[in-house]
């Protein structure tokens, strides 16, 4: 015999709940799931979806900081090489080890670990097969080739620095491989721009909140919204009202109306609370309302 009425709550909703009782229940630092994330991801966040190879560049607004993406080419299996930008939830599982792990070393040369299935791991991202190798291998060299201009422009003043993320890497998996493939000497070394703006200025994240978001978040939105979230309660000292505008103008410029957008983020802000559980926000017909908070982590 079968139930009348479907449950009320489903199983990943109830898997997500049990992660936030996990995540208000113990400190990051506690059990050592404490991350980072480069400050300029708070400010201002990578494409959602494949901006395409015909753009030139891609730009994103926050304010007067304005990002310019340039992607770079990436060889395809032909020999040919097209211009790929770094979009979605992989590259930000990838900016935030690599933040990690140079705070956690303190140097600019990053190692991705004994074998494929550890590195995979350590990022967030489940292994399921070539696949999943091709599209890492992918957004690797789409963030190692890219390069941003990062740009404050007031009409009084113009200020800039364009950089890389990556000076050199080297990478050895193949797609054929299984879990077990080993990726010594696999490394990656930071720019020293790159490298000296994380070490100058990270946000510390809750990387157990991160893992939520990735299963349960849909995207990367979520991941972003954190993200801010962390960075903006550091130093809220009163209650602000941010608009959708503005929200629109620096995570939604992929929506084609501000509505499509603001329907997105309603539909992410209850993931993202229920893992950032101390982050008072109220959604308002006119924007978010913050108030002040204790970020996800406290200061190092």
């Known amino acids: 015999m079968t139930d009348k009425y479907p449950p009320l709550i489903s199983g990943q909703q109830l898997e997500l709940l049990a992660k936030a009782v996990e995540i208000e229940q113990a400190d990051a630092k506690a059990v050592g799931m404490v991350g980072y994330q480069a400050r300029l991801w708070a400010q201002l966040s990578l494409p959602y979806r494949n901006p395409g190879k015909d753009l030139l560049y891609w730009e994103r607004r926050n304010g007067d900081l304005s990002l310019t993406l340039r992607p770079g080419l990436v060889r395809a299996a032909d020999g040919s090489q097209e211009p790929i930008y770094p979009f979605g939830v992989v590259p930000r599982l990838l900016l935030i080890w690599m933040a990690t792990e140079a705070v956690r070393l303190g140097e600019p040369e990053l190692s991705l670990g004994p074998n494929l299935a550890s590195f995979l791991k350590g990022i967030g991202l489940p292994h399921r097969g070539g696949a999943t190798v091709n599209r890492l291998r992918s957004q690797v060299q789409s963030l190692a080739k890219c390069s941003l201009i990062v740009e404050d422009v007031r009409p009084t003043s113009l200020v800039g620095e364009s950089f890389q993320f990556v000076d050199s890497w080297q990478l050895w998996w193949t797609p054929r491989d299984g879990d077990d493939e080993v990726l010594w000497p696999s490394t990656i070394t930071l720019s020293e721009k790159y490298f000296r703006s994380i070490q100058e200025s990270s946000v510390p994240i809750d990387l157990r ?46 929506y084609k109306v501000e509505r499509q957008f603001k329907a997105e983020l309603l539909k992410a802000m209850p993931k993202v609370l229920a893992v950032y559980p101390q982050a008072k926000v109220k959604p308002t017909a006119h924007g978010l309302l913050l108030s002040p908070s204790p970020t996800p982590v406290g200061r190092r």
């Open 209 to 254: 909140a991160l893992a939520a978001l990735r299963t349960h978040g849909g995207g990367g939105l979520p991941i972003d919204m954190y993200t801010w979230l962390a960075h903006r309660m550091s130093y809220l000292r009163c209650s602000t009202l941010v608009p959708w505008a503005g929200l629109a103008a620096q995570f939604g410029s992929q």
